[in-house]
Protein backbone atom coordinates (compact mmCIF):
# COMPACT_ATOMS: atom_id res chain seq x y z
CA UNK A 1 0.00 0.00 0.00
CA UNK A 2 1.35 3.10 -0.90
CA UNK A 3 -0.50 6.60 0.51
CA UNK A 4 -0.35 9.64 -1.18
CA UNK A 5 -1.60 13.01 -0.12
CA UNK A 6 -1.23 16.50 -2.40
CA UNK A 7 -0.88 19.90 -0.92
CA UNK A 8 -0.40 23.43 -2.22
CA UNK A 9 -3.33 24.14 -4.72
CA UNK A 10 -4.96 27.65 -4.11
CA UNK A 11 -7.07 30.45 -5.73
CA UNK A 12 -4.32 32.60 -7.82
CA UNK A 13 -4.81 35.21 -10.50
CA UNK A 14 -4.16 34.75 -14.04
CA UNK A 15 0.17 34.73 -14.57
CA UNK A 16 0.26 33.64 -11.31
CA UNK A 17 2.43 30.55 -9.59
CA UNK A 18 2.10 27.90 -7.35
CA UNK A 19 3.98 24.54 -6.27
CA UNK A 20 2.34 21.31 -5.87
CA UNK A 21 3.44 19.09 -3.29
CA UNK A 22 2.63 15.19 -3.10
CA UNK A 23 4.03 13.12 0.28
CA UNK A 24 4.28 9.32 -0.05
CA UNK A 25 4.04 7.06 2.83
CA UNK A 26 3.46 3.36 3.36
CA UNK A 27 6.38 1.71 0.50
CA UNK A 28 9.82 2.70 -1.00
CA UNK A 29 8.97 5.76 -2.80
CA UNK A 30 12.13 5.86 -4.80
CA UNK A 31 11.03 2.57 -7.05
CA UNK A 32 8.13 4.69 -8.49
CA UNK A 33 7.79 6.60 -11.29
CA UNK A 34 5.42 9.60 -10.34
CA UNK A 35 2.88 11.94 -12.61
CA UNK A 36 0.42 14.29 -11.92
CA UNK A 37 -2.71 14.35 -13.35
CA UNK A 38 -5.88 16.71 -13.28
CA UNK A 39 -9.37 16.83 -13.53
CA UNK A 40 -11.40 20.02 -14.30
CA UNK A 41 -15.01 19.88 -13.35
CA UNK A 42 -17.46 18.23 -15.88
CA UNK A 43 -14.00 16.58 -17.66
CA UNK A 44 -12.16 13.34 -17.99
CA UNK A 45 -8.96 13.26 -15.78
CA UNK A 46 -5.72 13.78 -17.95
CA UNK A 47 -2.34 13.64 -17.65
CA UNK A 48 0.28 16.71 -16.89
CA UNK A 49 3.44 15.39 -16.16
CA UNK A 50 5.69 12.57 -14.90
CA UNK A 51 8.88 11.88 -13.82
CA UNK A 52 11.36 8.70 -13.62
CA UNK A 53 12.16 7.28 -10.57
CA UNK A 54 15.47 8.46 -10.47
CA UNK A 55 14.02 12.02 -10.92
CA UNK A 56 16.49 12.21 -14.36
CA UNK A 57 14.02 12.09 -17.25
CA UNK A 58 10.60 14.35 -17.38
CA UNK A 59 7.28 14.28 -19.32
CA UNK A 60 4.80 17.03 -20.14
CA UNK A 61 1.60 17.39 -21.70
CA UNK A 62 2.21 20.14 -24.36
CA UNK A 63 0.22 22.40 -23.26
CA UNK A 64 2.17 22.78 -19.84
CA UNK A 65 5.65 22.90 -21.09
CA UNK A 66 7.77 25.87 -20.52
CA UNK A 67 5.58 26.76 -17.84
CA UNK A 68 5.34 23.71 -15.57
CA UNK A 69 8.66 21.82 -13.71
CA UNK A 70 8.12 18.50 -12.24
CA UNK A 71 10.85 17.32 -9.96
CA UNK A 72 11.43 14.98 -6.63
CA UNK A 73 13.06 14.73 -3.62
CA UNK A 74 13.69 10.52 -3.02
CA UNK A 75 14.86 11.44 0.48
CA UNK A 76 11.96 13.53 1.73
CA UNK A 77 9.33 10.91 -0.07
CA UNK A 78 7.74 14.26 -1.85
CA UNK A 79 7.38 14.76 -5.53
CA UNK A 80 6.76 18.67 -6.18
CA UNK A 81 4.79 20.76 -9.65
CA UNK A 82 6.14 23.80 -10.23
CA UNK A 83 3.64 25.76 -12.09
CA UNK A 84 4.21 29.46 -13.40
CA UNK A 85 2.23 31.57 -15.71
CA UNK A 86 -0.66 30.17 -14.60
CA UNK A 87 -4.02 30.28 -17.14
CA UNK A 88 -7.95 29.82 -16.27
CA UNK A 89 -7.91 26.47 -17.94
CA UNK A 90 -5.52 25.24 -15.41
CA UNK A 91 -8.25 25.11 -12.91
CA UNK A 92 -8.63 21.76 -11.85
CA UNK A 93 -8.30 19.47 -8.92
CA UNK A 94 -4.79 18.28 -9.14
CA UNK A 95 -3.68 14.28 -8.31
CA UNK A 96 -0.36 13.18 -7.58
CA UNK A 97 -0.17 8.81 -8.48
CA UNK A 98 2.94 6.56 -8.43
CA UNK A 99 3.62 3.96 -10.82
CA UNK A 100 6.13 1.07 -11.63
CA UNK A 101 7.08 2.49 -15.34
CA UNK A 102 6.73 5.81 -16.45
CA UNK A 103 3.65 6.80 -18.12
CA UNK A 104 1.21 8.99 -19.33
CA UNK A 105 -1.86 7.12 -19.20
CA UNK A 106 -4.20 7.11 -16.24
CA UNK A 107 -4.77 2.90 -16.27
CA UNK A 108 -0.84 2.51 -15.31
CA UNK A 109 -1.34 4.45 -12.21
CA UNK A 110 -1.34 1.91 -9.19
CA UNK A 111 -1.30 4.63 -6.41
CA UNK A 112 -3.62 7.83 -6.25
CA UNK A 113 -3.87 10.76 -3.50
CA UNK A 114 -7.19 12.73 -2.76
CA UNK A 115 -6.21 15.76 -4.61
CA UNK A 116 -5.66 19.07 -4.19
CA UNK A 117 -7.62 21.89 -5.80
CA UNK A 118 -6.40 24.92 -8.13
CA UNK A 119 -8.07 27.90 -8.99
CA UNK A 120 -7.12 30.76 -12.02
CA UNK A 121 -9.22 33.73 -11.94
CA UNK A 122 -8.84 35.75 -15.22
Known amino acids: QVQLVESGGGLVQAGGSLRLSCAAS????????MGWFRQAAGKEREFVAA????????YYRNSVKDRFTISRDNAKNTVYLQMNSLKPEDTAVYYC???????????????WGQGTQVTISS
Open 51 to 58: ISWSGDNT
Open 26 to 33: GRAFSIYA
Open 97 to 111: ASTSIVSSRVKDYDF
